[in-house]
């Protein structure tokens, strides 16, 4: 059984930074593609960043040139390095995996199988 638990929440100034980090156990599979998604309060949950199998990234417009998403495949981890960090970044962060394709992104929910319990991220001005 796949389990993700994420860690590296945290409350930050604006213009901060952080890594969140994913690991992923159980996983044993060859292919699959991870994405972080975030879901701040009151609203719905959105896709922030997405990296296929090989290393293929794909961004929400709002976080282009801020966050960086990588997974070490060795270790089953999917990291997410944000700098210059907003207050509208504040939000629950969670990620998700599904094994089923080999160079494939997304930023949809409902193509993720696997999801972890999120980890909160505050950025206060």
């Known amino acids: 059984q796949v389990q993700l638990v994420e860690s590296g929440g945290d409350s930050v100034q604006s213009g901060g930074s952080l890594t969140l980090s994913c690991a992923a156990s159980g996983w044993t599979y060859t292919t699959g593609y991870m994405g972080w998604f975030r879901q701040a309060s009151g609203k719905e949950r959105e896709g922030v960043a997405s990296i296929a199998t090989e290393g293929t990234t794909v961004y929400a417009d709002s976080v282009k040139g801020r966050f960086t998403i990588s997974r070490d495949n060795a270790k089953n981890i999917l990291y997410l390095q944000m700098n210059d960090l907003k207050p509208e970044d504040t939000a629950m962060y969670s990620c998700?995996?599904?094994?089923?394709?080999?160079?494939?992104?997304?930023?949809?929910?409902?193509?993720?199988?696997?999801w972890g319990q999120g980890t909160q991220v505050t950025v206060s001005s």
């Open positions: 998700a995996a599904d094994p089923r394709y080999y160079g494939f992104t997304s930023l949809r929910e409902f193509e993720y199988k696997f």
